[in-house]
């Protein structure tokens, strides 16, 4: 249920609402907006009087909200959210440029990439040091090691790092990591996200192999309601029946998502295609679909990278396609 508040309510006569619908064993969600404020209430609201709070004098008006998903939910939330990492904000009209390898492979392989992506605009760094592979035989990170070179190359770079993490029982390695990726593989792990909704730290979360964009936001929604809001949701490519690409990458969802939630939505080209020279024509197209950033997979010699060579860009590549997406970014604001 969401509460519209009329214009220029005191703060101590909104703050009495407030405190009248906790006790009612309700969790309230404010949104201070420019023009309103906007009150959503989470938990049980069949013993709310929807009649009654109507009348409220201060109450504009009061409408039930069908989806199963609250906080995340744009109408409990009019305005884009702003995710910050470090001086690096995204969403709300700010760009996440996130490059970087699939795995971290070695010092000079991550701060190689690190400084090439920087002087490219990237403003983020990606690199797994933990990796889901299909295959328990294949390269499966450097872990522990992996995420303190990407810390080497982050104090070369000045770029804030976003690595996956797999298990909770790492959790403590990733202290110091500035956002915390969810792999498509983990989206629906439940004890997981539960435990990433007790962080004070980003989280990027992505799309499942197969799963609905309701889905995905209802994943998002155990981070929140465990008490972390800073979500970003990141489309990564869709199981459909294409024969020539690793996935579908679904741009619809974008504006969709957009449409649904207040949080920033991401584009991942690299999984979704799986092929380097499908990667910039679908990082293009979702930049103009709306997207609040792409996450690239770059590295510098991708003929031996230990994990998804085939699909990532040299750095050069990236270069050229970055010039590219900053361009359509300024023709979409237009
Ligand atoms: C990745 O980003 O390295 C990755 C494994 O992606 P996904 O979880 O989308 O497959
Ligand atoms: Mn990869």
Known sequence: MIVVLKHNVSQARKEQLIAWLENLGLRIHVSDGEYQTVLGLIGDTSRVDMDLVASLEIVDSVKRVSEPFKCCNRKFHPDDMVVEIGSVKVGGGHFAMIAGPCSVESEEQ??????????????LLRGGAFKPRT????????KATGLELLKIARQETGLPIVTELMNIMDIDLFEDVDVIQVGARNMQNFDLLRELGKLDKPVLLKRGLANTLKELLMSAEYIMASGNERVMLCERGIRTFSD????TLDLSAVPMLHELTHLPVIVDPSHATGIAKLVPPMALAGAAAGADGLIIEVHNDPMHALCDGAQSLRPEDFDALAKKVFAVREICRA
């Open 244 to 247: 020539y690409t690793r996935n």
């Open 135 to 142: 295959s328990p035989y294949d390269f499966a990170g450097l």
């Open 110 to 123: 991550i701060v190689t990439v690190a400084k090439a992506v920087k002087a490219s605009g990237a403003n």
